[in-house]
């Protein structure tokens, strides 16, 4: 890989290309949009004004720096690597997902567009753009799956709350992917005013660079807070992927870091074998789908494969282009725990901790305890918290047999 | 000369507008494709553009993706397509047919497997929906190589120099996307279309150009025919496909494309 000859890792290509992944593979009514995009994102990413408005907005409105927490009675229940948290959960709104809409927006309102749409899963994504929308006093429409409106009702009622309207989508498996194709028909048909905050590192380019450059302040932050708490970068890096932006978040500001292994998890839902799973990097074939060149979940013929996961935001057939180039060059690891894993990790982590995690999350944690068990006491092991738990309260209770 | 390129020469020399129709294949039942196809023939159609179906079909109107499921529904696969096609041409020598997708079916079957099976099976070219010309290099020069056609599309949004840029990548003809949206949501405004059509026709030097979207009877084909070398109709007839008896299905699209027909002659 081109870091062992200590080359600075550069992705992507201009014409967006990760390695093989990536590139813009959509209608040609939505390239005048992208190159727009393309172009404004270029100007501001180098704009000191625009940056300081950005780090203004994360500090007094998202409440960054998010702290980096030493979990110390998870350490204990491991018995072996120390395990710190990287508390996205304690942003406004309750997840990593703000940092990217909050700097979409400024791009939107930079562009002159009165409206925003954006495609949700869990409802985090969602809620942290009708947020947006509302203190900038845009439109938003949120296209949902109407099986995911089902398990997180309380987040649909957030979102409108908040102003959004949220459009249900009955199509296909009607969840993530599903939604995505429907906000994608949305802006193909309101491009004119509308800009659409697409909510991972997927999609055509710029949106795979611009998420994973508005989701890196997690891993500049994490990188500093691990230097000034140990006086030394953290061994081992473990986020959830399912699209993959609070893990590229972390992630890219480590890749190099050449001692610093990276470790990302996918939904294994009902089992690897069982077919009923949500991981693409594990058990998937590259393809082309929403827009880019990546690993998918599909049939022999091409068919866009159901999935399968416990947790929404997971629950999507493909991954951020960038997690496929880095799968293929070594640079970080995709492995996958199970429906049950990640619960067994939500309940330990409420009750050595007192936190939370949203379902998502709790499939790092699942991997990090696993892993943590396996380490020496003097490793340190950072987990990326992406966000609380309150959204699958219903979820939980669900399987416990209770009604709340 | 390629099929595409011998039927457009003819109408040009007749003096006729080119009618291109659009099904799903596989919709709502495989064996409904081919009767249909040939319905579409006697109706007057000059063109098949014929649909592999696709599970997220992301520039779709719900006309054409509730088409596309009902195919779904019965697993047809690209391999299929391609049978259909075989079994098309086997009696139609001369129609062009062009296939409609999205990419990943032929990414998946690999695109030389896929262009030696096309070529076999008669097919004369494709379309696929998500993959700009920046993206289409290998694919174009597999097909080109067995005599395909690439079509490419060019959009309300495309500036003019991007017209030409696409209109020197693609060949067959260039598919003018009447308005921003999906296929079936609107009528095509012809006053719109006129106005941009003069610019996209000399961005094209001679390629013929078709437009497509919003095209559903003959009133709005003859609208908007003027101001091109043809017009494609699909949600339409997709329509008519999901709510006819398979037995009645080639009887009413004959019918169907014979008064689009009509109104452009």
């Not at chain 2, 395909?148 to 120099?161: F, K, N, Q, R, Y």
Request: one cysteine or more.
């Amino acid at each position: 890989m081109p870091r062992s000859n200590r080359v600075p890792y550069e992705a992507p290509t201009q014409d967006g290309r990760f390695g093989d992944y990536g590139g813009r593979f959509v209608a040609e009514t939505l390239i005048h949009a992208l190159d727009e995009l393309t172009r404004l994102y270029a100007s501001v990413s180098r704009d000191p004004d625009f940056l300081a408005a950005l780090a203004q907005e994360l500090k007094d409105y998202v409440g960054r720096p998010t702290p980096l927490y030493r979990a110390d009675r998870l350490t204990e229940h491991a018995g072996g690597a120390r395990i710190y948290l990287k508390r996205e959960d304690l942003n406004h709104t309750g997840a990593h997902k703000i940092n990217n809409t909050v700097g979409q927006a400024m791009l939107a309102s930079r562009m002159g567009k009165t409206r925003l749409i954006a495609e949700t899963g869990a409802g985090q994504h969602g809620v942290a753009t009708a947020t947006v929308a509302a203190r900038l006093g845009l439109e938003c429409r949120v296209y949902m799956g109407s099986e995911d409106i089902a398990r997180q009702s309380i987040n649909v009622y957030r979102m409108k709350l908040l102003g959004a309207e949220v459009a249900p989508v009955a199509a296909g498996s009607r969840t993530l992917k599903d939604a995505m194709n429907e906000a994608m028909r949305d802006w193909v048909t309101n491009v004119d005013n509308t800009h659409y905050i697409i909510g991972s590192v997927a999609g055509p380019h710029p949106y795979p660079m611009l998420v994973r450059d508005f989701q890196a302040v997690i891993g500049a932050e994490a990188r500093d807070q691990c230097l000034a708490a140990e006086g030394r970068l953290p061994d081992l890096l473990v986020a959830c992927v399912g699209g993959g932006s609070n893990a590229m978040g972390l992630f890219h500001p480590f890749v190099d870091d050449e001692g610093v292994d990276i470790v990302g998890v996918e939904a294994g839902g009902e089992g690897l074998a069982t077919g009923r799973h949500a991981a693409p990097l594990h058990a998937g074939t590259p393809g082309v789908l929403h827009g880019s060149h990546t690993y998918l979940m599909a049939d022999s013929s091409g068919q866009i494969a159901q999935t399968h996961s416990i947790s929404a935001g997971l629950d999507y057939p493909g991954v951020g282009p960038e997690h496929a180039y880095w799968k293929d060059l070594g640079r970080a690891r995709y492995t996958s725990v199970t429906d049950d894993e990640a619960l067994a990790a939500f309940r330990v982590l409420n009750q050595t901790e007192g936190i939370m995690p949203a379902l998502e999350s709790s499939h790092a944690v699942a991997w990090a305890l696993r892993e943590a068990a396996r380490r020496p006491p003097e490793d340190i092991v950072l987990v990326n918290l992406s966000g609380r738990g309150d959204k699958d309260i219903h979820t939980v209770a669900g399987i416990d047999g209770i009604e709340v | 000369m390629s099929r595409l390129g011998q039927r457009f020469e003819t109408l040009a020399a007749d003096g006729r507008k080119a009618l291109n129709t659009y099904i799903v294949a596989g919709d709502p039942v495989p064996e409904a494709t081919v009767p249909a196809m040939h319905a579409l023939v006697r109706g007057g159609a000059d063109l098949i553009e014929l649909g592999v179906p696709f599970s997220d079909p992301e520039a779709e109107g719900p006309t054409i993706q509730a088409g596309i499921e009902r195919a779904l529904a019965h697993d047809v696969t690209l391999a299929d397509v391609l049978d259909m096609m075989s079994a098309f041409r086997s009696d139609d020598r001369d129609t062009p047919v062009v296939l409609m997708g999205y990419l990943n079916p032929f990414l998946r079957m690999g695109y030389e497997a896929f262009c030696k099976r096309a070529a076999d099976a008669g097919v004369d070219g494709v379309i696929v929906v998500n993959l700009p010309p920046e993206e289409a290099g290998t694919f174009r020069n597999a097909l080109c190589v067995r005599g395909m056609d690439l079509v490419l599309l060019v959009a309300p949004t495309t500036t003019s120099e991007r017209a030409a840029y696409i209109a020197g990548q693609g060949s067959g003809f260039l598919y003018y996307v009447s308005y921003k949206g999906v296929t079936g949501a609107r009528r095509a405004d012809a006053a719109s279309v006129a106005k941009r059509l003069t610019d996209v026709r000399a961005a094209a030097r001679g390629l013929p150009v078709l437009v497509g979207f919003g095209i559903k009877d003959g009133a709005s084909a003859a609208n908007i025919a003027p101001h091109a070398d043809g017009v494609v109709v699909g949600s339409a007839l997709v329509e008519t496909m999901g709510c006819t008896a398979v037995a009645g299905i080639p009887d009413s699209l004959q019918a169907q494309v014979r008064e689009i027909r009509d109104a452009l002659d």
